[in-house]
């Protein structure tokens, strides 16, 4: 039975610029200088000796002017005032832990258009986002929004204020409200959903020159082949292989968006599966094969141990279908092996995306509905095209 699940994708998908994608714990633009962030500020060396870079004589404004690229010290909890107020960066992820921006932390960053802030964040300072005049949009990590004063984003042109958890929105909403933005667009994260079908459906475009993959069962079988011998002694009927499809889900109540391999960011994606029925993560051992059906590699499997999480098992791949799922009593368990009733492949039904905000990443300037939507696709494929 096809059921929508939640997956994360790395947030560079969502949030793609034209120029620079912002990547966790760091910060880029076109090529630059590089700078290095503490609690203390800006440095121009790794190793904090030549700093912290001030904002007045001409030879630290003209150092901040060419800084596109900021790496994190591992132990940054704090963005003092004014760290990153005139640089040049278009996009900049905070890394988890940070927990207070400063007063004009990103003043006059005329380049900056997105930026993401950490669920670790309790407080952002006066003026944090000063006449920052690109700036499209913020997404804000925490359930709980931190504090703010009315003058967060004093000369800004109405940036979207994106919420990772839809159930925290009415919350967000009221705390911009009560700083005066009333205007302000504020919503959930859209979401990416995954489409997990029970059997192949169709020979992907890549496997039907290859004589051994060429039809429906022939995959199917190398499937459970590749797990039989990934998974010693896994009974038949413990293998499932699926059909995974991605749905972008758009704004404005456009219908969602089929995604194919090459939306994928070259990190991929991170995928949860629930548990078979009748297994858990304590009495039983699992593994995942991924057949990649592009590129030289097409028609090769991969061997993948799952992580076992509380709602199901999580991995990571870097193209869809085809997938295979096996599993069987742990050795240690005492349980009995006797396999778990999973769906024939003819069950196939269509659930709409979830709309769960907490399990999609990825971030689009939500600003015109449909033909953005449309317009972040192409973006990714030109990115992953030129890269």
Known sequence: MKKALSLLLSFALLLGTANGVAAPASAEGNAGATAYCCNSGLYKDAGFTQGPVGDSSNEDLQFRG????????????????????????QGIILPNGVKSIG????????????????????????????????????????????????????????PTILVRNATAVADYRSAFNAAGYNNVAIKALNTIDMDQQNGIHEVPDGLKGIAALNTVEKIEAQMKTSVKEAMSGVDEANIAVYDISLWLSCDNNQPSMLMTDEDIPSDGVSISLPYPPGTNKDNFDFVVTHMVTTGAKAGTTETIIPKKTETGLDFMLHSLSPVALGFKAASNSGTSSKPASIPSSAETTKNPPTGDANSAVLFIPLIAGAVLCGAVILLIRKKQHGA
């Open 66 to 89: 060419s800084i596109t690229k900021i790496l994190f010290k591992d132990d940054t909890t704090a963005i003092s005032n004014f760290t990153f107020a005139d640089t040049w960066l």
């Open 103 to 158: 007063e004009q932390a990103f003043a006059r960053c005329s380049q900056l258009e997105n930026v993401t802030i950490p669920a670790s964040v309790t407080s952002i300072g006066s003026e944090a986002f000063h006449y920052c005049r690109q700036l499209k949009g913020i997404l804000f990590e925490g359930v709980t929004p931190p504090s703010f004063n009315s003058d967060l984003l004093d000369g800004c042109p109405s």
